[in-house]
């Protein structure tokens, strides 16, 4: 459901095939229970799910629709009978969620990624544009990722911007985009005289050698660029997004402080990984769930080591959680010369007992007709559904070494049964790994058991990559608290 028309005489809803790469928008009168279809969409090899948008105004009058016919997310202005007015946005770059709509100036303001030259991708920027006409303006033109937060009055709004490298600024601006007051400044002096050092950004080429992917670098505090230090890859593949802090914060959990045992942390985007850089990017993921980040990941390491002495690339780790977890086993055993180490949490090893809508719309599923003829209903044609996915089973057999699986056994997300199924794979290959059960741990690890599964993971990565095996005698989890207070 959309939403219900004003006086409750009609319900705005759309429908998917089950193939998801058909939508239509319909609206029901809720006396006569008929359905009309407004908009129908076909839209190959899958729709964007997380970035799909209808808005419905004056009462189904107006309809924006969220495209990528062209290749690009952008919205269409339809009329209440589904006739296309006119384009919204257009071009070589993604419109994405709508920030407000000032019905009254017939005006909306949205996030759009991609179109400023020499401006991260990933970053969100703020654009205004007519209802009823094609064309935007930028708002935000700082190269920086912006939220806003607007006015009842709409004309104007609050923008917080930051990088990972740059402190947030909160200033105040009109919907014309002119900055009225600066709102407020942190102070980060203290911050950065205690050692604290923001994480890097940098740029490198997919395994095409051709796209751009992006990706953010963390050090130790005691960073000596004359020092070589293991690399280790912080990864979730998506598809639906690329978890690459964009944001400023004091600490990225994980990767801030495993850096700080004498590590170089990254993460990076992955083609396949997100719809905010065009359906041609998004989709490369299709039809290859498991493999399609993989060459990419490696890739963007090689060149990183090319590029920086300190980075030693014969010390290779990679972790991960839920698709992160699937995508990390599927790295070391594709890879298994190249990956010295890997920590899978939660991973979802065998997408043929995940969730079936997840699998078949970013794997792909088919269709077939089939005739049946039974002595009840006589003939009838129904529809045969077959989806063919990879597994971290199948790579089993390629693996040498180094990975630590970790599942909570109270998840009810991905099932404990994707890891134990991992197991029973390596086991009858006869490898060598390591298991850890969390036995009141549901999807999201928390309290003691995520400070146990973090330690873990440290003394994991210290014996392989630092050659360091003191974790092994500590009974007690505080003994390695209090040694490195």
Same mark, same amino acid.
């Not at 914060?249 to 993460?267: K, S």
């Given at each position: 459901?959309?939403?219900?028309g004003?006086?409750? /005489?009609?319900?705005?809803?759309?429908?998917?095939?089950?193939?998801?790469?058909?939508?239509?928008?319909?609206?029901?009168?809720?006396?006569?229970?008929?359905?009309?279809?407004?908009?129908?969409?076909? /839209?190959?090899?899958?729709?964007?799910?997380?970035?799909?948008?209808?808005?419905?105004?004056?009462?189904?009058?107006?309809?924006?629709?969220?495209?990528?016919?062209?290749?690009?997310?952008?919205y269409?202005?339809? /009329?209440?009978?589904?006739?296309?007015?006119?384009?919204?946005?257009?071009g070589?770059?993604v419109?994405? +969620?709508?920030?407000?709509?000032?019905?009254?100036?017939r005006t909306?303001?949205?996030?759009g990624?991609?179109?400023?030259?020499?401006?991260?991708?990933?970053?969100?920027?703020?654009?205004?544009?007519?209802? /009823?006409?094609?064309?935007?303006?930028?708002?935000?033109?700082?190269?920086a +990722?912006?939220?806003?937060?607007?006015?009842?009055?709409?004309?104007?709004?609050?923008?917080?911007?930051?990088?990972?490298?740059?402190?947030?600024?909160?200033?105040?601006?009109?919907?014309?985009?002119?900055?009225?007051?600066?709102?407020?400044?942190?102070?980060?002096?203290?911050?950065?005289?205690?050692?604290?050092?923001?994480?890097?950004?940098?740029?490198?080429?997919?395994?095409?050698?051709?796209?751009?992917?992006?990706?953010i670098?963390?050090?130790?505090?005691?960073?000596?660029?004359?020092?070589?230090?293991?690399?280790?890859?912080?990864?979730?593949?998506?598809?639906?997004?690329?978890?690459?802090?964009? +944001?400023?914060?004091?600490?990225?959990?994980?990767?801030?402080?495993?850096?700080?045992?004498?590590?170089?942390?990254?993460?990076?985007?992955?083609?396949?990984?997100?719809?905010?850089?065009?359906?041609?990017?998004?989709?490369?993921?299709?039809?290859?769930?498991?493999?399609?980040?993989?060459?990419?990941?490696?890739?963007?390491?090689?060149?990183?080591?090319?590029?920086?002495?300190?980075?030693?690339?014969?010390?290779?780790?990679?972790?991960?959680?839920?698709?992160?977890?699937?995508?990390?086993?599927?790295?070391?055993?594709?890879?298994?010369?190249?990956?010295?180490?890997?920590?899978?949490?939660?991973?979802?090893?065998?997408?043929?007992?995940?969730?079936?809508?997840?699998?078949e719309?970013?794997?792909?599923?088919?269709?077939?007709?089939?005739?049946?003829?039974?002595?009840?209903?006589?003939?009838?044609?129904?529809?045969?559904?077959?989806?063919?996915?990879?597994?971290?089973?199948?790579?089993? #057999?390629?693996?040498?070494?180094?990975?630590?699986?970790?599942?909570?056994?109270?998840?009810?997300?991905?099932?404990?049964?994707?890891?134990?199924?991992?197991?029973?794979?390596?086991?009858?290959?006869?490898?060598?790994?390591?298991?850890?059960?969390?036995?009141?741990?549901?999807?999201?690890?928390?309290?003691?058991?995520?400070?146990?599964?973090?330690?873990?993971?440290?003394?994991?990565?210290?014996?392989?990559?630092?050659?360091?095996?003191?974790?092994?005698?500590?009974?007690?989890?505080? +003994?390695?608290? #209090?040694?490195?207070?």
């Amino acid at each position: 459901v959309i939403q219900p028309g004003e006086k409750g /005489d009609k319900l705005f809803f759309q429908r998917f095939k089950r193939t998801w790469d058909e939508v239509d928008i319909c609206v029901v009168n809720t006396e006569t229970l008929e359905v009309k279809e407004l908009i129908h969409e076909v /839209d190959k090899p899958y729709r964007d799910y997380h970035m799909q948008n209808t808005v419905i105004l004056n009462d189904g009058k107006d309809i924006l629709f969220r495209s990528e016919r062209t290749g690009w997310g952008h919205y269409y202005h339809y /009329d209440g009978e589904g006739r296309l007015k006119n384009v919204i946005t257009s071009g070589p770059w993604v419109a994405g +969620q709508v920030a407000a709509i000032d019905t009254v100036g017939r005006t909306i303001y949205l996030y759009g990624f991609g179109r400023e030259k020499g401006v991260d991708p990933y970053y969100y920027m703020l654009y205004k544009a007519s209802i /009823d006409k094609e064309g935007v303006t930028l708002l935000t033109p700082e190269n920086a +990722q912006h939220g806003v937060s607007f006015l009842s009055s709409k004309r104007y709004f609050v923008d917080t911007y930051s990088r990972v490298d740059m402190e947030p600024k909160i200033v105040l601006r009109n919907n014309q985009g002119k900055m009225i007051m600066e709102l407020a400044k942190p102070d980060t002096r203290r911050l950065k005289e205690l050692g604290w050092r923001a994480p890097e950004r940098f740029t490198v080429k997919a395994a095409d050698g051709l796209t751009d992917i992006y990706g953010i670098m963390w050090k130790p505090a005691d960073f000596d660029p004359n020092k070589k230090y293991p690399i280790i890859s912080s990864v979730y593949p998506g598809p639906f997004y690329e978890y690459v802090p964009t +944001q400023f914060r004091l600490l990225h959990d994980e990767n801030t402080r495993l850096a700080q045992l004498g590590f170089i942390v990254i993460a990076v985007g992955h083609r396949g990984g997100t719809p905010m850089r065009g359906k041609f990017y998004h989709t490369y993921s299709h039809d290859k769930l498991r493999d399609y980040p993989l060459a990419d990941d490696k890739y963007a390491i090689e060149q990183l080591a090319d590029r920086y002495s300190f980075i030693d690339v014969t010390r290779v780790g990679i972790y991960g959680h839920s698709g992160g977890g699937f995508m990390s086993t599927a790295a070391i055993c594709t890879y298994p010369d190249f990956y010295k180490a890997a920590v899978s949490s939660a991973g979802n090893h065998d997408n043929y007992i995940y969730n079936h809508w997840w699998g078949e719309t970013h794997n792909g599923v088919t269709e077939e007709k089939k005739v049946i003829k039974d002595s009840v209903n006589g003939v009838r044609t129904e529809s045969i559904f077959k989806f063919n996915v990879g597994t971290n089973m199948e790579l089993a #057999k390629h693996y040498k070494g180094g990975l630590l699986l970790i599942h909570g056994w109270m998840d009810d997300n991905v099932h404990p049964a994707h890891t134990l199924r991992m197991v029973d794979a390596l086991i009858r290959e006869n490898k060598n790994f390591d298991m850890i059960i969390l036995p009141t741990e549901n999807h999201g690890f928390g309290g003691a058991s995520n400070i146990f599964y973090e330690h873990k993971m440290w003394f994991h990565f210290a014996r392989i990559l630092l050659g360091d095996n003191t974790g092994d005698y500590y009974y007690e989890l505080r +003994q390695y608290e #209090k040694a490195n207070r």
